[in-house]
């Protein structure tokens, strides 16, 4: 098998790759390259007996990066290519795959009910950056990365919650990210900000952060309408509360989904008054944390609960994210 590839093929390879970065633009590449297995058996056979001989697969990618670079404007970029080529030595082809983009930023959630991503028809944040981004740069799609999320009747309010937007295939890599942002803010219904350019591992470093997060609940009574002096009575018994730790068993309306355990959380600030003879309560809450059935207890699973501490069947009839504390993430970045 002869493996020394051509001249007349490697400038067929160097103009398919320019024709190619051309119409992605991509300015850097990383070359692979498919060997026939009996080529690959042999050669790993070879091993171990201190031949002074470059692997055979390192030697095909170092030529052909070698003369892209030296015919074109591109670059090898072995960390963090824009698109990655892979040449089949025995059939002569070249495929490639073109690397998404990513942008981080923060994104609030103004009007509800709206999902954090996309499933089926229901409108969606997710749905709502995309269909943007989209036309801003003919992307194939646009995956959303939360750093967690809120349920279709939370809202997303404060500085917003950290994002990763995936640019799947973009025709188009530098982006002007102000427009973005002004496009996507003007729906009114998602307004995004701090967008700025990042790398791949900032996925996994949003997917694996717990952050702490502040929320705003709006308590009812099932069984009761307490009068102002009641009303009263109860904050002044949940101010003083303080920081403790609940022992939540997973909610009932999650356990089809989720495994059967007991979490122990943090309520670590707690405050409640009374606006418009609603009771309401904002408190800073460990990542994890089940507010609902923090306020209602949910037949007992979530110990102790609001409901616990005041006598009686509260439930949230309205919550909203107040603040994700993510400070750590942008001092360290």
Same mark, same amino acid.
């Given at each position: 098998?002869?493996? %020394?590839? %051509? =001249? *007349? =093929?490697?400038a067929r390879i160097v103009r398919d790759v320019k024709k190619i970065m051309k119409k992605w633009d991509c300015e850097s590449f990383l070359f692979g390259c498919k060997l026939p297995e009996e080529i690959e058996i042999l050669e790993e056979a070879g091993w171990g007996k201190k031949l002074p001989r470059e692997a055979i697969k390192t030697r095909i990618n170092r030529i052909l990066s070698k003369e892209v670079?030296?015919?074109?404007?591109?670059?090898?970029?072995?960390?963090?290519?824009?698109?990655i080529f892979t040449y089949d030595i025995e059939n002569n082809t070249l495929e490639f795959d073109v690397r998404p983009v990513y942008v981080f930023g923060k994104y609030l959630k103004k009007k509800k009910p709206i999902r954090q991503t996309k499933k089926g028809d229901m409108a969606s944040v997710e749905g709502i950056i995309e269909e943007i981004v989209k036309k801003k740069c003919g992307a194939?799609?646009?995956?959303?990365?939360?750093?967690? +999320?809120?349920?279709?009747?939370?809202?997303?309010?404060?500085?917003?919650?950290?994002?990763?937007m995936e640019i799947v295939k973009p025709k188009k890599r530098k982006i002007d990210l102000k427009?973005?942002?002004?496009?996507? &803010?003007?729906?009114?219904?998602?307004?995004?900000? /701090?967008?700025?350019?990042?790398?791949?591992?900032m996925v996994e470093i949003i997917k694996r952060a717990r952050f702490d997060k502040t929320y705003m609940a709006i308590v009812n009574f099932q069984k009761e309408r307490p009068d102002v002096k009641k009303l009263e009575d109860?904050?002044?018994?949940? &101010?003083?509360?303080g920081e403790i730790v609940i022992n939540q068993r997973t909610p009932t309306r999650v356990l089809r +989904? +989720?495994?059967?355990?007991? +979490?122990?959380? =943090?309520?670590? *600030?707690?405050?409640?008054?009374?606006?418009?003879g609603k009771l309401i309560i904002v408190m800073k809450t460990e990542s994890g944390t089940y507010? /609902?059935?923090?306020?209602?207890?949910?037949?007992g699973r979530t110990k102790p609960s609001i409901s616990s501490i005041l006598g009686t069947n509260a439930e949230c009839s309205e919550l909203n994210v107040l603040k994700v504390h993510s400070e750590w993430l942008e001092d360290w970045w």
């Open positions: 098998m002869k493996l %020394e590839i %051509e =001249k *007349k =093929k490697i670079e030296r015919k074109t404007r591109f670059v090898a970029n072995r960390d963090n290519p824009d698109i194939k799609k646009v995956v959303l990365h939360g750093a967690g +999320r809120e349920d279709i009747d939370v809202l997303m309010l404060g500085e917003g919650r950290p994002f990763v427009s973005v942002e002004n496009e996507i &803010n003007k729906t009114g219904v998602v307004e995004v900000k /701090k967008l700025k350019m990042t790398t791949r591992e109860y904050v002044k018994r949940i &101010n003083r509360i +989904r +989720r495994a059967d355990i007991i +979490r122990k959380r =943090k309520i670590k *600030k707690i405050k409640a008054e009374v606006e418009d507010i /609902k059935e923090f306020i209602s207890g949910d037949n």
